[in-house]
């Protein structure tokens, strides 16, 4: 780097803070971009995570010039970065949007119902159990072991859960964080069944209105 460039930096809008913490900025707001959360209570992000919070107004005022929302929850050592511009959203094919809508359910029930404090933990055979419960006229969307794995990597890469894999999946244990129910945003059961409905209803819809001799593999049908 020049002379030059440096004298630039310098002087530019970073210039109140160490370059200690310029370091740690930029990886807090990787991080908040790549995975969508730090886990303070994450052995390996718990350091970040208090720098974060020490130094709250900075991490806030430039994720806002990434459109992201930060939400702190101190007691659960966690900030999550929810999206407002559509350009930082997910998309989700159907099987995946279906495990996560089942992952919030269950998620919800043993909070409000059971009394469970977080991470709310179930096997891959719970998962699939309920999955084949709530959307059994989607069976033919509903992922094969090899993309379920996918799915629910995807899901922890993004901080929504912790997945333990095991040879045989259906003993795998999945882990479900709080962060999940920001990226699903239902404020009740009600509005949860709703959108469940939704999607049960276009099935039919489509199901009611495809050819006989349609047979597609993969479920790629439009809705």
């Known amino acids: 780097m020049s002379d030059h460039e440096t004298s630039n930096n310098t002087n530019g809008l970073l210039s109140r803070l160490q370059p200690h913490d310029r370091e740690r900025l930029g990886e807090a707001l990787r991080r908040l971009m790549a995975h969508g959360s730090i886990l303070g209570l994450e052995p390996a992000q718990t350091d970040l995570y208090h720098w974060c919070y020490q130094n709250r107004p900075w991490v806030d005022e430039f994720a806002g010039l990434l459109d992201l929302k930060l939400y ?3 007691p659960d ?3 999550q970065a929810v999206p407002q511009s559509a350009a930082f959203l ?3 094919k159907l099987d995946a949007t279906l495990v996560l809508l089942t992952l919030w359910y269950e998620f919800d029930t043993a909070i409000r119902d059971r009394g469970e404090t ?3 933990r179930l096997t891959a055979q719970q998962l699939n159990d309920s999955l084949a419960a709530k959307f059994e ?3 033919k969307f509903q992922p094969s072991p090899t993309r379920l794995r996918e799915i629910l990597s995807l899901a922890q890469r993004k901080n929504l ?3 333990s894999a095991d040879n045989a999946l259906e003993r795998s244990i999945i882990e479900i964080f709080p962060t999940l129910k920001r990226v699903i945003p239902f404020q009740s ?3 949860w069944n709703k959108n469940a409905e939704r999607y049960l209803a276009a099935a039919k819809e489509a199901s009611e209105s495809a050819a006989p001799v349609a047979d597609d593999d993969e479920g790629d049908k439009d809705e």
């Open 72 to 74: 702190w929850e101190h």
């Open 77 to 79: 050592r966690t900030v």
């Open 90 to 92: 997910l998309r989700l």
């Open 118 to 120: 977080p991470p709310v």
């Open 137 to 139: 006229p989607l069976k």
């Open 161 to 163: 859960l912790r997945f």
């Open 189 to 191: 059961i009600e509005e």
